[in-house]
């Protein structure tokens, strides 16, 4: 594949329902990585992936973030009883292994909660 | 905890002129630090990686520097371009904490023509 592919590009959801959001990092790249960016502002870090090692969750919000990865492959980002604060752009990067490498972004989840 | 901060937040410019964006950190403790270009409505796109090990990196007019010491970075752009306009965000990977990288909130620059 050419690049990291994020699913969907766009989602309007409402209160209180569950959404998933779906990563396809570039084949090969062992580390992957998910980001919140809010209107305006700069990434935030929410979890960080690499190979079969233990997620690094710590930047998750809240226990109603989630997050999992088969492998090296699809990763998806689960948010339960969304609320309007989770409005926000979703990014996922993948890099070929920890840190020392080059983040590859997808063009990120845009995620609207009325 | 790492913080970054990057000055200024937005710069207009007129066509040709050179420039240079901030970036500074508060642990010099890092492994590398990168800057990128996001386009609004767009995903990020990698300009240039500073391994902490290097002083410089260079990429077409792009001119990016590290001092670890200070907690300071800057990305030169020589010659600007109304293409060069996007928002310019800087992000550091700290060792202990390898592959978290912590985002500056980005400067936004407008190359007038």
């Known amino acids: 594949g050419a690049g990291v592919s994020q699913s969907p590009s766009n989602k309007v959801t409402e209160k209180g329902k569950d959404v998933e959001l779906r990563c396809d990092p570039i084949?090969?790249?062992?580390?992957l990585y998910w980001y919140r960016q809010r209107l305006g502002q700069g990434l935030e870090f929410l979890i960080y992936?690499?190979?079969?090692?233990?997620?690094?969750k710590s930047g998750l919000p809240s226990d109603r973030f989630s997050a999992e990865r088969t492998g090296e492959s699809v990763s998806t980002l689960t948010i339960q009883r969304t609320q309007q604060e989770d409005s926000a752009v979703y990014l996922c990067?993948?890099?070929?292994?920890?840190?020392?490498?080059?983040?590859?972004f997808g063009a990120g989840t845009r995620l609207s909660v009325l | 905890k790492q913080e970054v901060t990057q000055i200024p937040a937005a710069l207009s410019v007129p066509e040709g002129e050179n420039l240079v964006l901030n970036c500074s950190f508060t642990?010099?403790?890092?492994?590398?630090l990168q800057w990128f270009r996001q386009d609004p409505g767009k995903g990020l796109t990698s300009l240039l990686l500073?391994?902490?090990?290097?002083r410089e990196q260079t990429s077409g007019r792009l001119n990016a520097s590290l001092d670890k010491s200070s907690g300071r970075s800057t990305l030169y752009i020589a010659a600007s371009q109304p293409g060069d306009s996007a928002t310019y965000l800087c992000?550091?990977?700290?060792?202990?904490?390898?592959?978290?990288?912590?985002f500056g909130d980005g400067t936004t620059l407008t190359v007038k023509p």
């Open positions: 990067a993948s890099s070929r292994d920890r840190g020392s490498n080059i983040q590859y």
């Open positions: 084949s090969g790249h062992t580390a």
């Open positions: 992936f690499q190979g079969n090692s233990a997620p690094d």
């Open positions: 642990d010099s403790a890092i492994y590398n």
């Open positions: 500073i391994q902490s090990s290097q």
């Open positions: 992000a550091v990977n700290v060792y202990t904490n390898a592959g978290k990288s912590t």
